[in-house]
């Protein structure tokens, strides 16, 4: 197996290598063939030329996940960058013709969800970094991206015309504008639930058919980017989080600069104070006086941005509660904060500002600091501005040596209740597990993800070895109240695809029928989110 | 063929019968035997007894579409109305062994779309309007409802219980909450994108399988209405204006009441008056002052509900603009009309209403009329309140006889002059086919979609004649301008498919390889938005 045979030793410690590797050989052995990828390389740099065809150690292990357990569970056969959709579709049948498998990524910056690695050992990554157009439509609103635009370009760009449209950012604005929607993160923003604002896309199929979807498939309709549905059925939903096909354009919805931003920055002091300040936000934000979409993010995820574990105590194990109570008196944190803001007229803000203080002050915050701009004023560069950031991914640092996170994000009902208990029911697996809880609870419309980072140190074996058991444990304890992930790891597409298991899988039977029919080769992603394609059936988690 | 050999006679004059029944006839003989159908009969009797099984002439006459142009031409062979999802399992394996197909209605109001009927003549009409259950979530306001609930049953059921929520109703509420929100139906409020709201589907798929989306994959979760993505591909869009399964349950989201509406009703007093209007509601709609969705209607469509042609001409042809000007007058109606509506906190409102009022005042309407209510008084039952209503449906009457409408409604950008050229080369062909203009410009978030009515008699064979040619017309004419229509009348789906014709119509490819995919036997809805079965392939109209 090629991948295998080049694969690189390693610098730091290594968890369970046998069983890894075993299991990992499991996983490639069967359907990717070394002869294959060594034909299917010279095939792709016939069209590429040899600059953009990545097959070397080095290659390798450069597109690993970075915060991964165990680093050759995903270790990929090597990268291609095309930079046309031409190119695409003639790799996807050079692809079908080697049956070998692609991992398309934007520019694989999903820290905490695989990074740029793919599912299945062995693939080859096809690298879509190089694709960076961006058309704006400044009178509606909208843009079309290529998979490269980052959100820092999207950001430099809208601000050398004027700023006249935000952006909303994720918290790692490092990565993909359209990588981001098509794997549903979220922002700060009105505009915050990214993958709601998708506005048609442009695909190459996996037989190479080039399809536009909603009004972009009338051939130059001036409404591609302004109604999302079209005519008959809608796919842009269908190529969010899935293998049927590569994306080579995204519409997206931007939001006009508003005239003006108000809102509060909110301190609670004490764990029990979630569940009253869910309950006070949800009816704001169900009946629109919200129209962002706050997180309430605990202590440990304001603080660690700014210091580090071994500054505070060396005692392995989770956190005792002086500790906690120190960190939070030296960065004046709550147990909880959370941050509402209003976009639009003054006027309206003013009014609505009132309804959250009310609301608010009832509740009893520790502190409650406003926050005010007016247009024309300097803009802070913030997540509610539409700033891009990186800050929050200092939490990687934590523990020190290699860091890294591994998200957890089960969806809840809007519920102080039920978010009191799932946070009960996390913080005490954590202590378990000896882990330090950091999580927020990011408000949709009428959901709540109760976003859970699992920070960890790739150097400190005993801590790695714990890591794998411990998710596997908080998706088993959520599947048990009816709680499924939003968004997960590649470790564990397949246990929390299992999760989604009415009427004996039938959702999967479904994904999977579709897969076959669309991509009978399975030479896309196999395994994304659960699918497996029938080329590939064996490579299931049992 | 079983269908046409049953076909009554007509009361009312017909047109062009010669060609009308060839073609019919033609679109039914390939695919559908009539002993295949006689065989499902008496299977479906077997399943559902006699009483919920319509295979009389009568009954074949009272499930077509009240407002064809030709009564034959979607003929259905009968009807069945089973009541359980277990039943429509049953029915799917029967037409699947006979090769009968299935064209399910929710409760076949769909007027000036097809009503019950279906596209292919000789089908079997699945009624699901004896499945009216409504599950309804209090605390997050959802609902999830069955097919046969209509918007009176679902006001009716909100109402005893308080009214906490409001609907969004069409302009027919006789109609299924369900079927208009699959085919992409539109109401008044800030919901009244009916379709944005659907959060999460069960569906029989067309060989029996029953499939839950989003959520619902989750058995016994508590989010299915909460969060509409789920985990990987999102398939709710995938079942609206599609043929791929059966819906049997659909959640919804619905608007907590306000504490107070406020707004206006204008009206303009010159045809050219609607680009300035359109160009100053479209960016307080993008920016959010605005939430709901207005339509901008015309003097006959604000006329037509009080009164007919026959009161004030007996000319034929177009009106003349004196007859326009004296109906306009008695009625006091502008030639365009609009409501703008505010919902929610009182204080929140006031302060957009004066952003409202500074906006239309600058364009000087004809007349500005303001709207106030507030929690505890009366409440008008209007559209803008969730009210069911009918009496927009009253249009019918207009030219006396059997009279009826069929829709033309393309979809076009935000843009005044894009809606004024529209406008003009719309109204020049009613008036050189001799119509009547009913049209109205309905806003979505980021589109307008220009929704014409074609009035007609039944029993005006010289009006008929031109009914079929004027809408073809009408959508080769949008074509030319990049625009389609977002939802069409059985007698245009294949034509209205066929203008989305990106890179070789490569839409249609996708949507009919998923279509042999999961319905190999073609039993659902053949034709339907233009998708075609491989079993049926010859029936698309050239």
Not at 8 to 31: F, L, N, W, Y
Not at 244 to 272: A, H, Q
Not at 398 to 406: A, D, K, L, S, T
């Given at each position: 197996?090629?991948?295998?045979?080049?694969?690189?030793?390693?610098?730091?410690?290594?968890?369970?290598?046998?069983?890894?590797?075993?299991?990992?050989?499991?996983?490639?052995?069967?359907?990717?063939?070394?002869?294959?990828?060594?034909?299917?390389?010279?095939?792709?740099?016939?069209?590429?030329?040899?600059?953009?065809?990545?097959?070397?150690?080095?290659?390798?292990?450069?597109?690993?996940?970075k915060?991964?357990?165990?680093?050759?569970?995903?270790?990929?056969?090597?990268?291609?960058?095309?930079?046309?959709?031409?190119?695409?579709?003639?790799?996807?049948?050079?692809?079908?013709?080697?049956?070998?498998?692609?991992?398309?990524?934007?520019?694989?910056?999903?820290?905490?969800?695989?990074?740029?690695?793919?599912?299945?050992?062995?693939?080859?990554?096809?690298?879509?970094?190089?694709?960076?157009?961006?058309?704006?439509?400044?009178?509606?609103?909208?843009?079309?991206?290529?998979?490269?635009?980052?959100?820092?370009?999207?950001?430099?760009?809208?601000?050398?015309?004027?700023?006249?449209?935000?952006?909303?950012?994720?918290?790692?604005?490092?990565?993909?504008?359209?990588?981001?929607?098509?794997?549903?993160?979220?922002?700060?923003?009105?505009?915050?639930?990214?993958?709601?604002?998708?506005?048609?896309?442009?695909?190459?199929?996996?037989?190479?058919?080039?399809?536009?979807?909603?009004?972009?498939?009338?051939?130059?309709?001036?409404?591609?980017?302004?109604?999302?549905?079209?005519?008959?059925?809608?796919?842009d939903?269908?190529?969010?989080?899935?293998?049927?096909?590569?994306v080579?354009?995204?519409?997206l919805?931007?939001?006009?600069?508003p005239?003006?931003?108000?809102?509060?920055?909110?301190?609670?002091?004490?764990?029990?104070?979630?569940?009253?300040?869910?309950?006070?936000?949800?009816?704001?934000?169900?009946e629109?006086?919200l129209?962002?979409?706050?997180?309430?993010?605990?202590?440990?995820?304001?603080?660690?941005?700014?210091t580090?574990?071994?500054?505070?105590?060396?005692?392995?194990?989770?956190?005792?509660?002086?500790?906690?109570?120190?960190?939070?008196?030296?960065?004046?944190?709550?147990?909880?904060?959370?941050?509402?803001?209003?976009?639009?007229?003054?006027?309206?803000?003013?009014?609505?500002?009132?309804?959250?203080?009310?609301?608010m002050?009832?509740?009893?915050?520790?502190?409650?600091?406003?926050?005010?701009?007016?247009?024309?004023?300097?803009l802070?560069a913030?997540?509610?501005?539409?700033?891009?950031?990186?800050?929050?991914?200092?939490?990687?640092?934590?523990?020190?040596?290699?860091?890294?996170?591994?998200?957890?994000?089960?969806?809840?009902?809007q519920?102080?209740?039920?978010?009191?208990?799932?946070?009960?029911?996390?913080?005490?697996?954590?202590?378990?597990?000896?882990?330090?809880?950091?999580?927020?609870?990011?408000f949709?419309?009428?959901?709540l993800?109760?976003?859970?980072?699992?920070?960890?140190?790739?150097?400190?074996?005993?801590?790695?070895?714990?890591?794998d058991?411990?998710l596997?444990?908080?998706?088993?304890?959520?599947?048990?109240?009816?709680?499924?992930?939003y968004?997960?790891?590649?470790?564990?597409?397949?246990a929390?695809?299992?999760?989604?298991?009415?009427?004996?899988?039938?959702?999967?039977?479904l994904?999977?029928?579709?897969?076959?029919?669309?991509?009978?080769?399975?030479?896309?992603?196999?395994?994304?989110?659960?699918?497996?394609?029938?080329?590939?059936?064996?490579?299931?988690?049992?």
């Amino acid at each position: 197996m090629a991948a295998r045979a080049h694969l690189p030793g390693h610098a730091g410690p290594r968890v369970r290598d046998d069983e890894r590797d075993e299991e990992s050989e499991k996983r490639t052995m069967t359907a990717i063939s070394s002869s294959a990828i060594a034909s299917a390389r010279r095939a792709f740099e016939d069209i590429l030329g040899p600059t953009n065809v990545f097959f070397d150690e080095l290659d390798q292990q450069s597109y690993q996940d970075k915060f991964a357990v165990d680093d050759e569970r995903h270790h990929p056969a090597g990268a291609i960058a095309p930079s046309t959709v031409a190119q695409i579709q003639e790799i996807v049948q050079i692809a079908r013709r080697y049956k070998v498998p692609l991992w398309p990524i934007s520019r694989g910056k999903n820290l905490g969800y695989g990074g740029s690695a793919p599912l299945l050992a062995g693939s080859v990554i096809l690298d879509l970094s190089r694709m960076q157009k961006i058309e704006y439509d400044e009178h509606n609103g909208t843009v079309l991206v290529e998979p490269g635009v980052s959100f820092y370009d999207l950001y430099d760009f809208l601000k050398s015309r004027g700023l006249k449209h935000w952006l909303s950012v994720p918290g790692n604005s490092w990565g993909s504008v359209m990588g981001n929607a098509l794997d549903r993160g979220v922002g700060y923003t009105p505009y915050g639930e990214h993958t709601a604002r998708i506005c048609g896309l442009e695909v190459v199929m996996p037989d190479g058919m080039l399809v536009r979807t909603g009004m972009g498939a009338l051939d130059g309709s001036p409404t591609w980017q302004l109604y999302r549905y079209g005519f008959g059925p809608s796919w842009d939903q269908m190529f969010a989080q899935s293998n049927f096909g590569i994306v080579t354009k995204m519409g997206l919805w931007l939001m006009p600069e508003p005239e003006s931003l108000m809102g509060m920055d909110l301190e609670f002091d004490k764990p029990e104070d979630l569940g009253p300040l869910i309950d006070a936000i949800a009816p704001l934000r169900r009946e629109g006086v919200l129209q962002q979409s706050p997180t309430i993010g605990n202590w440990l995820r304001a603080a660690n941005i700014f210091t580090t574990r071994g500054e505070w105590t060396d005692k392995p194990g989770a956190l005792s509660d002086e500790v906690i109570t120190a960190i939070r008196k030296k960065f004046n944190v709550g147990w909880w904060g959370v941050s509402l803001r209003l976009y639009g007229r003054e006027s309206i803000n003013k009014a609505a500002y009132a309804v959250l203080e009310e609301a608010m002050t009832r509740i009893k915050p520790m502190s409650l600091k406003p926050a005010k701009w007016r247009r024309g004023e300097p803009l802070e560069a913030t997540g509610w501005t539409g700033t891009p950031l990186t800050f929050p991914m200092q939490n990687a640092n934590w523990y020190g040596g290699r860091g890294g996170h591994i998200g957890f994000s089960p969806v809840l009902p809007q519920s102080g209740a039920a978010a009191m208990a799932q946070f009960k029911r996390t913080y005490d697996r954590y202590k378990e597990y000896g882990m330090d809880y950091q999580a927020s609870f990011a408000f949709g419309e009428r959901h709540l993800i109760n976003v859970n980072a699992v920070l960890l140190n790739k150097d400190d074996p005993e801590m790695m070895a714990k890591v794998d058991p411990f998710l596997r444990q908080l998706i088993k304890d959520a599947r048990e109240q009816g709680y499924g992930e939003y968004r997960t790891h590649l470790d564990y597409m397949d246990a929390v695809e299992n999760t989604y298991d009415f009427n004996d899988h039938a959702l999967r039977r479904l994904n999977e029928r579709v897969k076959d029919a669309l991509d009978p080769d399975g030479i896309l992603a196999p395994g994304k989110s659960g699918i497996w394609p029938r080329r590939y059936a064996k490579e299931r988690e049992a």
